[in-house]
């Protein structure tokens, strides 16, 4: 797609509510235009080997690159699945060796996911280092936290829907979306300052929140819509919602990275915007936690959460709850998606991917409690990337799915939350 | 495209063996949602497991048709039963939750390369039609035209096969919603903690019901990947479910003919859009919309009727207001 496709695609965003997306122009063998990124880094003791010609291939289709002068690599390939990955070996310089005559083939599994590495090993066979399964534990925990708290605040705004509404939110994941969308749009399409970005986005949402409330659930609440019935209206809305945003940003994943400083912490590779989210994460649930128990509107949410028409009878003006709800929820929500898309990218997929694991997070903590939403996120985080030591990282989601499942078995009231709430 | 061209891809949609599987489903669900009151948004779990058993007794187990038949119904009680009993006694905003989370763990469990060995992972498996074909009493040179669409003589049998199915299944169902243990389900549905107090064990009720309209799914899904004989995983994500419950309250989801008409005049009404905008997008009279994006547009049609339906006309064409409890 050309960069005046793209504006075109951006004006619509900008000007206009109805879907409408750039003419999809381009060539069908531009590489800059796959979404599948294979990648690596040559090197033999720390020493890069540049100007190795590696050469991926599938199904007879076949592209080719080479390490440049820190011995990095990569190739974008059109599609998934699994791809060979090929060292050319006369181009080896002759001080480098491969630390085995069959290394140089590897495989990229692009089954799951639409980045692969691939590591080819070099020097003395004997000294490479594997990471024992405390260094992996460590590795994993500190991505499960990482992960964690970025759930904890799409599943507090969740969670806080439920209490005051009684919503389960089938369209929540689509905030995250555009969030993440919003967040690509200014930040790498229009080049912005990375806190303006991330304004202009959790603004955005915060104001889709608003609307979607004005024009969807305020109406459905006056006409005294049943629950459940709202639920399949939200689960409707989820897939409109999807579905115009990839017609506005088209399906392939938005790359955020650049410009990120790597940081060593013992075992643990990360880099400084991971700890930044992490640390504005932390911010954002304090700054919940302070808002519910220390403010008076606060105080009120949760008094309409335990008990709606009670709080009404004192006084409080429920709409305007709901609505404040509506406006916080979507600003959270919205935060977790820069996030996300900041560390992960994300496609316009990804709010639907993690809606389920955001309702196993809520469930965990006990569905209308906002502390237990964070904590069952934390714990879903935490398990979901520490099961990778032992599972296969593409099943990680399923375990997500069968803690929701037990726990709705084993204690529907999740750990934090009161029995009178299942009903 | 002409007139007669768009008129007969549309004719095709309605009888043919998609839209017989998603049928089959609603009927499914209409015995889930509609007779008994339990939300269940998994439909394509089961679905996808009568499609898997049936391809792995065909391919693995060297089992003959009826024999794959009765192993994929088997798995889809199976998974109704490992799946109701726990959540039955739940409430029924957490059954949809469960239910959709079991589908889509499912989803992803056959699709990674851990089941590889025995589903195919994400390429799925294929050629497991031989026998049923084989069964083909039809002349070779058996050929029918409808409009600008020609049928061979294997895919008028697939069509025939699929909606005597279809017919056995609203017999079926029918004359069990018409029986005493039909009635007890309304009931269920209208009033659980009334038909308690009338001394009926609600929950095997529930689970009697969940198996047998799972068992339809999973018919449903066998008629699915029949006829291009494939099975992949990604045939079964939430927007199977999605369609099916689309299709089911559209044409009214306390009844047999409901989900039947609903869903004919879903896939034909989808097939007369998608041709419609592709003939405008190809006369560049659709600047903003890209021809590949034509298929993306029914998926959000889907999202808009669902809410329309919910909201306006939950009985859909033919459904009783009274006979629809969401809140079951």
Known sequence: MGRFGQLISVLAILFSLVFAAAPSAHAAEDPSTFAYTIAGTLQQDDVPIPGVKITASQDGKSYGTESDEFGEWTIMVPTDGKWSVELDTATIPAEFKLASADGAVGEADLVQTDFAAVLFKFGNADVVETQSVWEQLVIRTFAGFNFGLMLAIAAIGITLIYGTTGLNNFAHGEMVTLGAMIMWLCFSFFSMNVIISGLIAVAAVTAFGWFQDAAIWKPLRKRRLGLNQMMIVSIGFGITARYVLLLLFQGDTKDMSGGQTIIQLGPIFTSDVTLISMLISILALGGVALFLTRTRIGKATRAVSDNAPLAASTGIDVEKIIRIVWLLAAALTGLAGVLYGLQFQASWSVGFDLLLLLFAAVTLGGLGTSLGAAVGALIIGLVVEISTIWMPSELKYVTGLVILIVILIVRPQGVLGKKQRIG | ?328
């Open chain 2, 1 to 328: 495209m002409d007139l007669i061209g768009i008129l007969s891809l549309a004719g095709n949609e309605l009888i043919s063996p998609m839209t017989v599987g998603y049928i089959l489903c609603g009927i499914g669900l209409a015995v889930h949602f509609g007779y008994t009151g339990l939300l269940n948004f998994g439909q394509a779990a089961f679905a996808a497991l009568g499609g898997y058993g049936f391809a792995i007794a065909t391919l693995d187990f060297g089992w003959n048709i009826w024999g794959s038949i009765l192993f994929g119904l088997l798995c889809s009680m199976g998974f109704a039963a490992i799946l109701g009993i726990p959540t039955l006694r739940l409430r029924a905003d957490y059954l949809a939750i469960v239910t959709i989370a079991a589908a889509q763990a499912l989803r992803f469990y056959v699709g990674s390369s851990t089941a590889e060995p025995i589903t195919g992972g994400s390429a799925g498996v294929s050629q497991f039609g031989e026998e049923f074909y084989g069964l083909n009493p039809l002349p070779e040179d058996f050929t029918w035209n409808l409009g600008t669409v020609a049928f061979t003589s294997d895919e008028i049998w697939m069509r025939i096969v699929a909606w005597v199915v279809v017919g056995i299944a609203v017999v079926f169902i029918l004359a069990l919603t018409r029986s005493p243990w039909g009635r007890v389900l309304k009931g269920i549905r209208e009033d659980e903690d009334a038909v308690r107090a009338l001394g009926k064990n609600v929950f095997s009720y529930k689970l009697q019901a969940l198996v047998i309209g799972g068992s339809i799914a999973s018919l449903g899904g066998m008629v699915f990947v029949m006829s291009s004989q494939t099975n992949q995983p990604s045939n079964w994500g939430t927007n199977f479910t999605f369609i099916t419950w689309t299709i089911l309250l559209l044409g009214g989801a306390a009844t047999m003919l409901g989900p039947i008409v609903g869903g004919m005049v879903f896939f034909g009404m989808m097939t007369l859009i998608e041709s419609v905008l592709g003939v405008l997008v190809d006369a560049g009279l659709m600047p903003f919309l890209a021809i590949e994006q034509v298929a993306q547009i029914r998926f959000l049609l889907v999202g808009l009727i669902l809410m329309i339906l919910v909201i306006f006309r939950p009985q859909g064409f033919f459904g009783n207001k009274k006979e629809i409890q969401f809140n079951g």
